[in-house]
DNA sequence: TCAAAAGTGTTGAAGATACACCCATGG
DNA sequence: CCATGGGTGTATCTTCAACACTTTTGA
């Protein structure tokens, strides 16, 4: 009955240059000094294991409001050279819009595209690894797709951010017909004048199914 | 950086007289004195999480090489009145045929269907739920539902695991059809000839698929 | 001879995939 | 005028769901 060292560790994903992203940050000190990281940190006495999260990537990423989920705990007794540390890990998605707020140093947070990691500290690739495998998973049957994009979309840009995270290209008409007529978005009368040609824009049609 | 009390607690689930049925352990001690709670305690100094869940199997319950995976972890500063304790759950899957070794003491330890649950302690209610809901889920993509075999089974056998989980009666034709043809299982050249009619024996065809 | 579980095919509906062209606009 | 992304329909295949009867055996 022994108490131990609790953290909890963010995999913060968002969609920059239609390719994805990870928030990482570069440690200052010991161990793994000058290695990049996840961004965590340990669990308040009193806090919950998500308000512990959400607390790390507003303070250590300057991101508030974000869609957060638990995703495993990791406790090998090693992964950690100083001690028993177990960690909690969640991901996170933001939609590139959302800024990024104080309290992220340039200097010492960086995104990284999901397939070109520098080597991590601690376990914390396999960490990776894990969310982007989660999150392609649930790709299918839920919407995270849509925690990546901001309020308005097009389906050029949901299009792509499936694509992102699947790593490959999908069939426009296929991709528009499944989106459509599961009737999980809902589209808008307003017309994105930016780009080449005029697109409608949608929104999520209510809360659907974010299943864990 | 204070630190905290982690536990493991193991949702074992087997099939008895074709329901469902959980293990839970009547607490002898306080807080919830008198009261069900799933097999479960304290995580060691230089033990995995999964090994402190093994390990809690071997000891409250007396089962030993089950298929045992993470589940979920729960961390409310509430969750257990003597102080903050986080727990990291795993679920596990016996068949009914393993015996449940020395160290189960039958008047402390007992399966519930899963339908019929008594009160339980702290958050363990949401935590069978949970790992109710995933098995249901895994149902379809893993061959989790073997687990809950011994070596060699009929696909009637199957079949009433597979009901069991669902909790509804599904069409036998379809079933087979779906089974064999995802070469999942592998038909053997013994007949069981109990029963009243000789039924073929089956047998997982190799390592499939657990993913989480 | 009856009760219980084993075994076996077909049809229709729904969903997924493959595939190509024209349009509106900004540069 | 051309490069870019927006928008649209059809044919095919695969997958899933619904559905009923015969066989073997032990009691």
Not at 10 to 39: D, G, K, M, Q, S
Not at 126 to 146: P, S, W
């Amino acid at each position: 009955m022994s108490r131990l060292l609790v953290t909890v560790d963010i995999v913060l994903f968002t969609i920059r240059e239609r390719v994805l992203h990870v928030l990482l940050i570069r440690r200052l000190a010991r161990p793994f000094e000058n290695r990049y990281a996840l961004p965590g940190g340990f669990v308040l006495e009193d806090e919950s294991l998500e308000a512990a999260a959400a607390r790390e990537l507003r303070e250590e990423a300057g991101v508030e409001k974000v869609y957060l989920e638990q995703l495993y705990s990791f406790g090998d007794p090693k992964r950690d050279p100083r001690g028993r540390v177990v960690t909690v890990a969640y991901y996170a998605l933001v939609s590139e819009t959302q800024p990024l707020r104080a309290g992220s140093d340039a200097s010492v947070a960086a995104w990284f595209p999901v397939a070109q990691l520098p080597t991590l500290a601690f376990d914390h690739r396999k960490i990776v690894e894990c969310a982007h495998q989660r999150i392609r998973n649930k790709l299918d049957y839920t919407n995270v797709g849509f925690e990546l994009l901001p309020e308005m979309f097009t389906l050029g840009d949901l299009q792509l951010v499936h694509e992102a995270i699947v790593g490959q290209a999908l069939d426009k008409r296929n991709f528009r017909r499944k989106i459509t007529q599961k009737a999980i978005v809902k589209p808008l009368k307003e017309w994105r004048k930016t780009g080449r040609k005029p697109a409608q824009l949608f929104r999520f049609s209510d809360e659907v199914g974010h299943i864990h």
